[in-house]
């Protein structure tokens, strides 16, 4: 199915026409943009929320356990407990982490395929997710590797001077480091924010598309920042409001809980399982970002390049 009305993607925009423009495709494309997405997504948002719910239901019940240990004055957690949270909270993780990776894949795709003007079915979203899905995944995981790099580098003074007399140095210098890291942090996130479409809208590989956006974001860097910050506002303000609800019972359930000494079973459950589907509806608010990306990217295409004006030009004659 391809929609009636036509969003135009070549098209130079101001920061604020990017915005509006953004929750306006939203909007016109909400039933299957979001069909898609659900669909495609549905099983490691499955994941996410099953190990959400057995992640907090352990991590309550340790609470719980630890408060009733304390009362008869006995010792805090322990520890083969705190460790049984380690697996479900990676669940939990990687269900995050591989959601995001769908979200922003069938995102780009779904807008490819718009623009391409292709029919727009979640089957054909499928079909060109699952040529890129792995670039992305594999592009997100080099980038989390080498912040996770620079996050150790920051703390080599510390292992370098334990135990000697300089090791109040060794803090001071981790400091430095870990400001000058954040302040790094900031600007390469912002000048690779386009890689992923890259990968997905000009079909280049993981490290082609990262040099791809490094080199698309000179000149547009503050734009792109703007954008994206703002855009994350909004997703951050939806996100809340899908998490509320999960988290209310559960902070319910911890005061009742620390009132009478245990946990109420189907406020917890109930709390937990909301609290994963929070998560979930959070991540899927996250493709607010990714049109905005790909609508930022399309506005500086025609301004530097004039690709709509080209594409008239070379029309003209050919229609019958």
């Known amino acids: 199915m391809i929609p009636k009305k036509k969003f135009e993607f070549l098209k130079i925009r101001s920061t604020t026409s990017i915005i509006g423009d953004t929750l306006s495709f939203i909007q016109e494309n909400f039933k299957s943009l979001f069909s898609a997405l659900f669909y495609i997504c549905g099983p490691s948002f499955l994941v996410t929320i099953i190990g959400s719910a057995l992640f907090f239901k352990n991590y309550f019940a340790i609470i719980f356990s630890t408060i009733n240990d304390l009362n008869y004055s006995n010792a805090g957690p322990d520890v083969n407990e705190l460790l049984m949270l380690i697996p479900y909270g990676l669940l939990m993780l990687l269900g995050v982490y591989f959601s995001m990776s769908f979200v922003i894949t069938v995102t780009f795709c779904y807008i490819k395929l718009y623009k391409d003007k292709k029919d727009l079915t979640t089957s054909s979203v499928w079909r060109s997710t699952k040529n890129y899905i792995l670039k992305i995944i594999g592009g997100n995981v080099l980038v989390l590797i080498v912040f996770i790099i620079g996050y150790f580098i920051c703390l080599i003074p510390l292992f370098i001077l334990a135990g000697s007399d300089n090791y109040i140095s ?6 430095i480091l870990s400001i000058a890291f954040i302040i790094f942090a900031f600007y390469l996130n912002v000048k690779i924010s386009f890689y992923q479409h890259f990968i997905v809208a000009e079909d280049k590989g ?43 019972l559960i902070y319910v359930n911890l005061i009742l809980g620390m009132t009478n000494g245990e946990e109420h079973s189907l406020l917890s459950s109930l709390g937990n399982v909301l609290t994963g589907i929070g998560m979930t509806m959070s991540t899927l608010a996250y493709c607010i970002v990714y049109i905005g990306i ?24 050919k229609e019958d």
């Open 170 to 175: 060794g803090i001071f210098l981790v400091v």
């Open 206 to 248: 993981i490290i082609e598309s990262l040099k791809a956006s490094y080199q698309f974001t000179k000149g547009i860097f503050w734009k792109s920042f703007i954008v994206i910050l703002l855009l994350s506002l909004i997703t951050s303000v939806i996100s809340n409001i899908f998490q509320m609800p999960g988290m209310l």
């Open 294 to 317: 790909s609508l930022t990217y399309y506005s500086v295409m025609e301004e530097r390049y004039g690709i709509k004006n080209s594409e008239e030009i070379d029309s003209i004659g």
